[in-house]
């Protein structure tokens, strides 16, 4: 049983964007590779066709799990979204407390996390740890690197 998961409408349709490639140009191009594999010859001994029908297999496990996510994704409306406390799709500054640096990020669904974009996933460690916070809490977040202690200095859109 998945989990309904939250996302951006530019989130959500990049997966319906990727599905789209998967189902119209994938999908066809790997049925192509394996025709033509198959008329090589003797299939026992064959490499590119065991090759083709393992892609094919991999792909439409791809194609069903991101069928799935989709299934149970929901959009966030950024206009009902209770900026006195952190949750999805909220901006949050954040302060380290043990070298005073501040960061920004945004949180989001796992499947839109991007570090370089400041956009980190509602299920790491820290995005966990900010959740249902607000302004001017000090909290100890469990990361690879140890416990570490920030204080939430602002949330925005």
Same mark, same amino acid.
């Given at each position: 049983?998945?989990?309904?998961?939250?996302?951006?409408? *530019?989130?959500?349709?990049? +997966?319906k964007d990727e /599905?789209?490639?998967?189902?119209?140009?994938?999908?066809?191009?790997?049925? =192509?590779? %394996?025709? *033509?594999?198959? $008329?090589?010859?003797?299939?026992? !001994?064959?490499? !590119?066709? $065991?090759?083709?029908?393992e892609a094919q297999?991999?792909? *439409?496990? =791809? %194609?069903?799990?991101?069928?799935?996510? +989709? @299934?149970?994704? =929901?959009?966030? $409306?950024?206009? +009902? /979204?209770?900026?006195?406390?952190?949750?999805?799709?909220?901006?949050?500054?954040?302060?380290? +407390?043990?070298?005073?640096?501040?960061?920004?990020? &945004?949180? &989001?669904?796992?499947? !839109?996390?991007? /570090?370089?974009?400041?956009?980190?996933? %509602?299920? @790491?460690?820290?995005?966990?740890?900010? /959740?249902? =916070?607000?302004?001017? $809490?000090?909290?100890?977040?469990?990361?690879?690197?140890? &416990?570490?202690p920030f204080e939430? &200095? !602002?949330?925005?859109?």
């Open positions: 049983m998945s989990q309904i998961a939250y996302y951006t409408e *530019e989130g959500l349709q990049k +997966l /599905l789209q490639q998967m189902e119209k140009v994938d999908r066809p191009a790997i049925t =192509r590779a %394996i025709a *033509e594999a198959r $008329d090589k010859g003797d299939l026992s !001994e064959n490499a !590119e066709y $065991d090759a083709a029908r297999g991999l792909l *439409e496990l =791809r %194609i069903g799990k991101l069928k799935e996510v +989709l @299934s149970n994704a =929901r959009i966030v $409306d950024a206009s +009902l /979204l209770d900026l006195s406390k952190v949750s999805i799709l909220t901006k949050v500054k954040i302060k380290n +407390l043990k070298n005073k640096a501040m960061m920004q990020y &945004v949180i &989001v669904a796992e499947n !839109e996390a991007n /570090l370089k974009e400041g956009k980190i996933s %509602i299920d @790491s460690p820290i995005g966990k740890g900010l /959740l249902g =916070r607000k302004v001017g $809490d000090k909290v100890d977040i469990n990361v690879p690197a140890g &416990v570490i939430i &200095v !602002e949330i925005s859109l």
